[in-house]
């Protein structure tokens, strides 16, 4: 039996119904003035079946047999334990099937949800790692060209976003913004290294 259905027979045990109402129910028989009366699960001929209406339970000092309110429909209908639960959730009116299948949905749907914003967690942190490294990629690239001023200014530029992210978050990458895109931004600052060639008569 899985948590959901210990979870109905719990308050099946807890609710107002009543063990002598369903023993009337789905059996019947006549108690006498000390409250017991012939088993109706073996033969004898002197009243030895007891139920305990405080607890819902019953209990036969002839044959042995005994057990909860549950128990007694089971034996009574020759059905199992689900589905005397389910007997008396639905002819009594509990509705604790009902509400349980609308638990199942409602936590299938939060871990489902809870799955997806992992995935797009994740896919967000590969994007911006990639993005990371591409900029470090870059930053080496700028250590390997001759030191001028514009140089000195982008490696210095890099230098602190890749220590600003770093230090950033509770995850790596985490500092990286989502909409980052470091091949536009390297791409932006190849161009003014191109411009400035241009300027000074470097390219043809």
Request: net charge neutral; glycine share 6%.
């Amino acid at each position: 039996m899985n948590i959901y259905y210990s979870e109905i027979q719990e308050k099946i045990m807890s609710s107002e119904l009543d063990i002598l109402d369903v023993f009337n129910r789905f059996i019947g028989g006549t108690f006498d003035r000390k409250g017991f009366c012939k088993c109706p699960f073996h033969g004898e001929k002197t009243p030895s079946f007891k139920l305990f209406r405080n607890n819902k339970s019953f209990y036969c000092f002839g044959c042995g047999t005994g057990g909860n309110i549950i128990n007694l429909v089971s034996k009574a209908l020759n059905i199992s334990y689900f589905e005397a639960m389910k007997r008396l959730d639905e002819d009594y009116s509990l509705g604790l099937f009902e509400k349980s299948i609308k638990t199942d949905m409602r936590r299938s749907k939060e871990a489902v949800e809870t799955a997806r914003k992992q995935l797009k967690h994740e896919q967000l942190q590969i994007k911006r790692r990639n993005n990371y490294f591409k900029l470090i990629d870059y930053f080496k690239e700028l250590r390997e060209m001759p030191l001028n001023q514009a140089v000195s200014h982008d490696l210095t530029f890099v230098e602190r976003l890749l220590d600003k992210w770093l230090l950033y978050g509770n995850e790596p990458f985490d500092g990286i913004p989502e909409n980052f895109n470091a091949d536009a931004l390297i791409c932006a600052l190849k161009s003014k290294f191109i411009n400035e060639e241009v300027e000074n008569g470097e390219r043809n």
